[in-house]
């Protein structure tokens, strides 16, 4: 036990590993009675974990009771004919997409890979590659949700629509998500392309070539360092081709070591970039892959798992930017990267309608996403030295019209929050009305949120 901490406490980490919480209890209850009881009889503060997968203390406080949601697995109903699934919101996509797959049925709306859970997907309202989609709140047909004072709602566009609103993207502040009702689509086989698109050309390009594209199921373009000025545009297809594999899902026992000394060659070797662009570039050029659309959307996250964070971990950001600002936000990002000698591995672009239904909306109009995935030392310097290039970033992001994601390291400052989040008021007021105790709390939250 470390200095300090108490006999009775509990570590509660997240996938960083440079955010840690001690909390007072961490149950894992299996139904929404259980969540309903704890609430009733427990008066301390709640927080809320899943998947673990944010980065920024998002789903811990000290001292709380933390509910750990991953029991909370099961399929409470699945509704084929008319393509529709409702389950406990500890279940992981992955495992939902075993119940499915059987049925010819694929979720509608994820991210890029398996491992997190229903309901802190929706906590962050996620999105994926899936093309004029959006973000997760835009398959979601209700959930339900246990207040503060341990009562049970059920949560829809109609019933309780101030709640659904801001629960879905609202990090856990107002509720315990239980259960989600989600509509599904059909399992298809989709083809993949690839192709270098000038970086000045590319919302041309995207616009012309996938954006009202109805066979386009994914797409995303991908820009590597050290330049950050030549998208590689990979889309996935609809296709009535043969299948090149045959595996319906990805196996969850898969070893990933080839992966993993890919990634740490990419980001430590003089000759890296070389390294990237033999072993992953070329032959996403050159292959064109035809898959089940569940395949390719149960990666699994540990591809991108070091074999240790001792020394080093790596960690995502996320830009949302105007459509029409593109290009100079772009040369902004590349500027400020090149600057800082960031060890950003790639930037994934991608693409969204805009949300008017989540109160926290990432996207209030059209914007492209630009997911900044990298490398830095596991330390508080090294930490400290990132938080000064990111707010440069988000600086760059609001000065373009944008906004930026909140799953991530707290590096942004108050006044840049609520630049990206002025709804952050009404959610604050919102609150205050359903959990005047402010029982549901989280670093993020007890950070920025307005009192």
């Given amino acids: 036990m470390l200095s300090g901490c108490r006999d009775d406490a509990q570590r509660i980490e997240d996938v960083s590993r440079l955010e840690w919480t001690d909390v007072a209890d961490a149950p894992r209850p299996t139904t929404t009675a259980a969540v309903s009881a704890l609430l009733r009889g427990d008066a301390r503060p709640v927080s809320i974990g899943g998947g673990r997968y944010s980065m920024g203390g998002q789903v811990a406080w000290p001292d709380s009771l933390h509910l750990d949601m991953r029991a909370m697995r099961r399929l409470v109903a699945l509704d084929v004919a008319n393509r529709r699934v409702r389950v406990q919101a500890g279940m992981r996509w992955r495992d939902l997409q075993a119940l499915i797959d059987p049925h010819d049925l694929s979720v509608a709306i994820m991210q890029s890979y398996s491992n997190f859970t229903v309901g802190g997907s929706l906590s962050v309202n996620c999105h994926g590659r899936y093309v004029g989609r959006g973000p997760l709140v835009n398959s979601l047909r209700a959930l339900q949700l246990v207040t503060a004072e ?18 879905v993207g609202g990090y856990g502040g107002l509720g315990v998500v239980t259960e ?49 000025d030549r998208p590689v545009a990979i889309t996935w297809r609809r296709t009535d081709a043969p299948v090149t594999l045959s595996e319906r899902l990805i196996p969850e026992d898969r070893r990933y070591g080839r992966d993993q000394n890919l990634i740490w060659a990419a980001s430590e070797l003089p000759i890296g970039e070389d390294v ?62 090149i600057d800082a000698q960031a060890n950003v591995l790639n930037v994934s672009i991608r693409h969204s309608p805009a949300d008017r239904t989540s109160l926290l909306s990432w996207a209030p109009q059209e914007v492209f996403s630009f997911v900044l995935y990298y490398k830095q030392r596991s330390h508080r310097w090294a930490d400290a030295e990132a938080e000064g290039w990111t707010r440069r970033l988000i600086d760059a992001a609001l000065d373009h019209g944008g906004r930026y994601y909140l799953p991530y390291r707290l590096h942004a400052t108050q006044e840049q929050f609520l630049r990206a989040y002025p709804e952050a008021e009404a959610y604050a007021a919102l609150k205050a009305r359903h959990d005047p105790k402010r029982r549901f709390r989280n670093k993020l939250l007890e950070r920025y949120l307005p009192r």
């Fill in 180 to 228: 989600a009702e989600f509509d599904l689509e059909p399992n298809t086989r989709i083809v993949r392309d690839a192709e270098y698109v000038a970086l000045e050309d590319y919302p041309a390009w995207f616009r012309a070539h996938v954006r009202d594209d109805a066979d386009v199921v994914l797409h995303n373009a991908d820009l590597v360092p050290p330049r950050f």
């Fill in 276 to 337: 990237r662009d033999r072993k992953l570039t070329r032959r996403q050029l050159i292959e064109h892959p035809v898959v089940w659309r569940n395949r390719e959307a149960s990666l699994d996250a540990d591809a991108l798992e070091p074999r240790t964070r001792l020394f080093s971990t790596y960690l995502l950001q996320e830009y949302f930017i105007p459509v029409a600002q593109f290009g100079e936000f772009v040369a902004a990002m590349r500027r400020i990267l």
């Fill in 150 to 167: 341990g009562e049970t709602l059920e949560l829809d566009r109609d019933t309780h629509a101030d709640l659904f609103r801001a629960v």
